[in-house]
Structure formats: structure tokens, C-alpha cells
């Protein structure tokens, strides 16, 4: 059973700069394609980003497209969002998915996702 863990949420400012990670554990992270999803209170689900199991393959949100960018390192089951010039509207609670698929496919739909971390809450204001 594959467990996600996030880590690296916490206060920016706007214009400022964060990396969320996912660690996985109990089964290879190569397989899996991994999303991440952000909710913010009041809000809908909404897909940020996601990569694929090989790497090739990379999807942003449109309102974060060309800030954030996602990574993984799959030696050390692990997988980034490095988050840029941060808006107040990035404020939100950040969580990452995981599913199996082929080694280049990844989406933003949350319902594609069987196993989903705790999320960590990222907060943006001056």
C-alpha cells in the first residue's frame, strides 16, 4: 500500500518562493504518476500540476502555469513542487496523489488518484 507524506507548507510572502515535497513509501514510486492538488476553504478541488512515472510528461493549472514546477526523484521516492513568485491566491491546502499508469501519462482530474497524502497547508500574505 503506497503512503504519501507532504512536507513544506508554511506562511510566504507574495512574490516569494516555496518547495512542497511528497515522499512516498511502501511501494516503488516509479510507477506511479503523482498530482498535486490544492483546496482552498470555500473552494473546489483544483489540480496544480502532475508528472509522470518517466518523467516525460508534465501538466500545469493554468493559473499557476509558468510559476511552479514539478520534479521527481524517483531513487529517493520523492517528488517536488517548487512554487514561485507565490500569490495570495496560492493560498491553499496542498496535497499529492498517486496513481499507476503507463510511464507517460499523467492528468489533473483528483478522481483518477486512489491514494492521496495528508496535505500541508501553504499560506501567502504580507
Known amino acids: 500500500q503506497l503512503q504519501l507524506v507532504e512536507s513544506g507548507g508554511g506562511w510566504g510572502q507574495p512574490g516569494g518562493s516555496r518547495r512542497l515535497s511528497c515522499a512516498a513509501s511502501g511501494d516503488p514510486m516509479a510507477s506511479y504518476a503523482i498530482g498535486w492538488f490544492r483546496q482552498a476553504p470555500g473552494k473546489e478541488r483544483e489540480g496544480v500540476s502532475c508528472?509522470?512515472?518517466?518523467?516525460?510528461?508534465?501538466y500545469y493549472g493554468d493559473s499557476v502555469s509558468g510559476r511552479f514546477f514539478v520534479s521527481r526523484t524517483n531513487a529517493k521516492s520523492t517528488v517536488y513542487l517548487e512554487m514561485n513568485d507565490l500569490k495570495a491566491g496560492d493560498s491553499a491546502v496542498y496535497y499529492c496523489?498517486?496513481?499507476?499508469?503507463?510511464?507517460?501519462?499523467?492528468?489533473?482530474?483528483?478522481?483518477?488518484?486512489?491514494?492521496w497524502g495528508q496535505g500541508t497547508e501553504v499560506a501567502v500574505s504580507s
Open positions: 496523489a498517486a496513481r499507476v499508469t503507463a510511464p507517460n501519462y499523467c492528468s489533473l482530474m483528483a478522481n483518477e488518484y486512489p491514494y
Open positions: 508528472i509522470s512515472p518517466s518523467t516525460g510528461v508534465m
